[in-house]
């Protein structure tokens, strides 16, 4: 939800928040903002894991560490949220980190202008090791373009999805399939036994 521009140190800002509602009798109703929303920064792009513990978002409040950087809060008992995690320096960046979400398998992938990449936003991935992310990849030139690519999601089968971009100078949805591709690499060397 788009909230009028407010004023932050003398700029004006357009600010936008997560909302929240129940579906009640074929009904929307206690449509609200989520807990750790605020009229003083944004939070958008939500996407909830499998298990629907976790809420993942991006966000620009106070003491990220870019302009946008990728959080979670814990979902609760009786639709409460728990306080913004930042997911930290092997996600986010200095720059903008956005558009985060999580596969059926838990993989994490996201936009970042902030990580070596082919222009604009590129789509990263990042998979969980003892409950820990794992350093962010670049998915790559047959995925990325050099402009803005973001909005990735998979299907459950994680062979199909769709993905945003601006590679054709206007913002359109792309699906995509995925083909495995068959690589061949040369080794050069020299091998050499050492007698005992």
């Known amino acids: 939800n788009l909230k009028n521009r407010v004023d932050l140190d003398s700029n004006k800002v357009a600010v936008v928040s997560i909302y929240k509602a129940?579906?009640?009798?074929?009904?929307?109703?206690?449509?609200?903002?989520?807990?750790?929303?605020?009229?003083?920064?944004?939070?958008?792009?939500?996407s909830i894991n499998a298990e629907e513990t976790k809420l993942y978002f991006s966000s620009d409040m106070p003491n990220s560490m870019g302009s946008f950087d990728i959080y979670y809060v814990a979902i609760l008992e009786g639709n409460t949220f728990g306080e913004p995690v930042n997911l930290g320096p092997v996600i986010n960046s200095k720059h903008r980190e956005q558009f985060p979400f999580v596969s059926q398998d838990s993989t994490l992938y996201f936009a970042s202008n902030g990580r070596q990449g082919f222009g604009g936003l590129?789509?990263?991935?990042?998979?969980?090791?003892?409950?820990?992310?794992?350093?962010?990849?670049?998915?790559?030139?047959?995925?990325?373009?050099?402009?803005?690519?973001?909005?990735?999601?998979?299907?459950?089968?994680?062979?199909?999805?769709?993905?945003?971009?601006?590679r054709e100078d206007l913002d359109n949805i792309?699906?995509?399939?995925?083909?495995?591709?068959?690589?061949?690499?040369?080794?050069?060397?020299?091998?050499?036994?050492?007698?005992?």
């Open 122 to 166: 590129d789509i990263f991935s990042s998979t969980k090791k003892d409950s820990l992310f794992l350093e962010a990849l670049n998915l790559g030139e047959t995925l990325n373009s050099e402009k803005d690519d973001f909005a990735f999601v998979v299907l459950d089968s994680l062979n199909t999805g769709y993905i945003s971009s601006n």
């Open 22 to 46: 129940e579906f009640i009798d074929d009904e929307w109703a206690n449509v609200a903002p989520v807990s750790f929303a605020s009229d003083q920064f944004s939070t958008m792009h939500p």
């Open 174 to 196: 792309y699906t995509f399939v995925r083909k495995p591709t068959n690589r061949k690499y040369f080794i050069e060397g020299l091998v050499t036994d050492k007698v005992v």
